[in-house]
């Protein structure tokens, strides 16, 4: 077993940067909107109590898989733990922002909003951690 997962790696590895975030990126974006959803339509919570929470529960699977699957780093894990998390506070300051606009105003729904958000805040994540979180 220990042989598979070590031939896994050198494959995942091997993958260009880019290509790597998209894929665990993806995972994590998939987890994240899936319990939006789930918390929306099947739990009936409010959006602004579904954001936090999912937020709460995304977090640290997102930093812990793009700290390693991602970006390989080898840095000092409070620091950049810290860093990671300080970029989605920040995510989730705009993404509140975002809903409250969009669902309040121009009276989106809030999976629908959520799905648009998915789109900008991707390429801000990338940028984010590449730059400030996992340098």
């Known amino acids: 077993m220990i042989k598979l997962y070590q031939q896994f790696e050198r494959l995942w590895f091997a993958l260009h940067q880019k290509f790597r975030f998209l894929l665990v990126g993806g995972f994590n974006t998939l987890l994240a909107y899936a319990l939006f959803v789930f918390f929306i339509d099947i739990c009936k919570w409010h959006y602004s109590l579904v954001l936090i929470v999912q937020y709460i529960i ?8 793009m700290r390693y699957y ?15 998390w300080s970029v989605y506070l920040f995510l989730l300051l705009l ?12 009276e989106l729904p809030p999976i629908i909003a959520q799905g ?11 940028v984010l951690h590449k730059k400030y979180s996992f340098q």
């Not at 995304?58 to 898989?65: D, G, H, V």
């Not at 409250?100 to 121009?106: D, N, Q, R």
């Not at 648009?116 to 990338?126: A, E, G, K, P």
């Open 95 to 106: 993404n509140y922002v975002y809903l409250f606009i969009s669902v309040s105003y121009l």
């Open 116 to 126: 648009i958000y998915i789109i900008v805040s991707t390429i801000l994540t990338f």
């Open 58 to 65: 995304t977090i640290n699977i997102s930093i812990f898989t």
């Open 70 to 84: 991602v970006f390989q780093s080898q840095g000092n894990l409070k620091r950049e733990y810290t860093r990671a």
